[in-house]
């Protein structure tokens, strides 16, 4: 299993990036798949989620609006495009997969997702 994630870099506050997160080794389109962010210091949380089919998605109170999560499951790829990036967005970023039956079995804990990608870093300045 391999998710591989990439798209990071550094940017002004106000700005945009677009993480993708290529996986293999299991089968895509039967996982929820999620973005959880780490900062220095701090937990890691949870930023965005999308069911294995991509109609539903799931946002955390601090980016909705801004973020938006996306896969193609032809190309076993979850994408999040991040817009009007704030300083307070400066993480490491990490893809990651859990298998569910339904997407009402969703979570946004870290600890129960099944397979983690080795992340990419982000960094807004002011």
């Known amino acids: 299993v391999q998710l591989q994630a990439s798209g990071g870099g550094q940017v002004q506050a106000g700005g945009s990036l677009r993480l993708s997160c290529a996986a293999s080794g299991f089968t895509f389109d039967t996982y929820i798949m999620g973005w959880f962010r780490q900062a220095p210091g701090k937990e890691r949380e949870f930023v965005a989620g999308?069911?294995?089919?991509?109609?539903?998605?799931d946002y955390s109170a601090s980016v909705k609006g801004r973020f938006t999560i996306s896969r193609d499951n032809a190309k076993n790829t979850v994408y999040l495009q991040m817009n009007s990036l704030k300083p307070d967005d400066t993480a490491v970023y990490y893809c990651a997969a859990v298998l569910r039956r339904s997407w009402a079995a969703k979570t946004q804990r870290a600890n129960e997702y099944d397979y983690w990608g080795q992340g990419t870093e982000v960094t807004v300045s002011s």
């Open positions: 999308i069911s294995k089919y991509g109609r539903n998605t």
